[in-house]
């Protein structure tokens, strides 16, 4: 005859070591969870690629290109900042705390008039925007911001001009010539406000080669100046001067075949 043991005491107990099997719902939470934070990453990932230089522009593009740029390239303006993506988040994240000064560029640097001038630079400009700093000039710059090549020709407004006439007075208020040519004196222009006819006979940049008249009924008419502006044919009866670079030439520190442009940790608090 056989006598069945008891099981002891303490085998049923339970123990300290044991552990509960994972429950169905802790593993889809969990699941789902690592699927938001991947497709998040991805999605930024994503996202800050398509705003980087020649990446995207289709995307992101605000207007149509100004009159004579329109095979011009995003990142032919819009350079790429220093550093890389992770350099740039990390430094404005600590500015954000208090541990740097100034935040950093992201992702490409502000359209300078360096940008402009790579390609527009002219020698015999009459109006080049570093004259505009002068001191006597504060109240145009104020006005007008002649200084910035941007401040009439600012770009994705499909047009070659983008002030309107007139800001001429901003300068020549009080002008009088010497031996003035013109049958009508240029100080009675300025003084019976005629601002609309400056242009009619100068050329703002200098960039045609003709013989001012000596007349101001044979001056360009307002009409035709204004549908040049905005992207129409040219009504200067002469030859340009010089035509703007077909290609932006590379500045000396992008010459050197570096796809990353060394990140300096400048400026942080002591």
Same mark, same amino acid.
């Given at each position: 005859?056989?006598?069945?043991?008891?099981?002891?005491?303490?085998?049923?107990?339970?123990?300290?070591?044991?552990?509960?099997?994972?429950?169905?719902?802790?593993?889809? =939470?969990?699941?789902?969870?690592?699927?938001?934070?991947?497709?998040?990453?991805?999605?930024?990932?994503?996202?800050?690629?398509?705003?980087?230089?020649?990446?995207?522009?289709?995307?992101?593009?605000?207007?149509?290109?100004?009159?004579?740029?329109?095979?011009?390239?995003?990142?032919?303006?819009?350079?790429?900042?220093?550093?890389?993506?992770?350099?740039?988040?990390?430094?404005?994240?600590?500015?954000?705390?208090?541990?740097?000064?100034?935040?950093?560029?992201?992702?490409?640097?502000?359209?300078?008039?360096?940008?402009?001038?790579?390609?527009?630079?002219?020698?015999?400009?009459?109006?080049?925007?570093?004259?505009?700093?002068?001191?006597?000039?504060?109240?145009?710059?104020?006005?007008?911001?002649?200084?910035?090549?941007?401040?009439?020709?600012?770009?994705?407004?499909?047009?070659?001009?983008?002030?309107?006439?007139?800001?001429?007075?901003?300068?020549?208020?009080?002008?009088?010539?010497?031996?003035?040519?013109?049958?009508?004196?240029?100080?009675?222009?300025?003084?019976?406000?005629?601002?609309?006819?400056?242009?009619?006979?100068?050329?703002?940049?200098?960039?045609?080669?003709?013989?001012?008249? =000596?007349?101001?009924?044979?001056?360009?008419?307002?009409?035709?100046?204004?549908?040049?502006?905005?992207?129409?044919?040219?009504?200067?009866?002469?030859?340009?001067?010089?035509?703007?670079?077909?290609?932006?030439?590379?500045?000396?520190?992008?010459?050197?075949?570096?796809?990353?442009?060394?990140?300096?940790?400048?400026?942080?608090?002591?």
């Amino acid at each position: 005859m056989t006598t069945s043991i008891p099981p002891s005491s303490k085998s049923l107990e339970p123990s300290a070591h044991s552990v509960p099997p994972p429950s169905r719902s802790g593993n889809v =939470t969990k699941q789902r969870r690592k699927l938001g934070v991947t497709l998040g990453v991805l999605f930024s990932v994503t996202f800050f690629a398509a705003m980087l230089p020649s990446r995207g522009q289709h995307l992101r593009t605000p207007g149509q290109m100004n009159t004579g740029h329109e095979l011009v390239e995003c990142a032919d303006c819009h350079r790429a900042a220093p550093g890389t993506l992770r350099q740039q988040l990390q430094a404005n994240v600590r500015y954000l705390l208090g541990l740097r000064r100034t935040a950093v560029e992201f992702g490409a640097k502000p359209v300078s008039n360096q940008d402009c001038l790579a390609c527009h630079e002219r020698p015999f400009d009459r109006h080049p925007v570093f004259r505009f700093n002068e001191p006597r000039f504060e109240a145009a710059r104020r006005e007008l911001g002649p200084q910035n090549c941007t401040s009439c020709h600012a770009e994705h407004n499909a047009a070659r001009v983008t002030v309107g006439g007139g800001f001429c007075v901003q300068c020549h208020s009080d002008m009088f010539v010497h031996d003035d040519p013109l049958d009508v004196p240029h100080d009675e222009l300025a003084a019976t406000e005629r601002w609309d006819t400056c242009l009619g006979c100068h050329d703002f940049h200098s960039g045609h080669v003709f013989e001012l008249p =000596t007349a101001l009924d044979a001056r360009i008419d307002a009409q035709s100046l204004d549908q040049y502006f905005s992207g129409g044919p040219n009504p200067y009866p002469a030859r340009p001067r010089s035509t703007a670079r077909a290609q932006r030439p590379k500045p000396p520190d992008e010459q050197r075949d570096s796809s990353v442009t060394p990140f300096r940790h400048t400026d942080h608090k002591p």
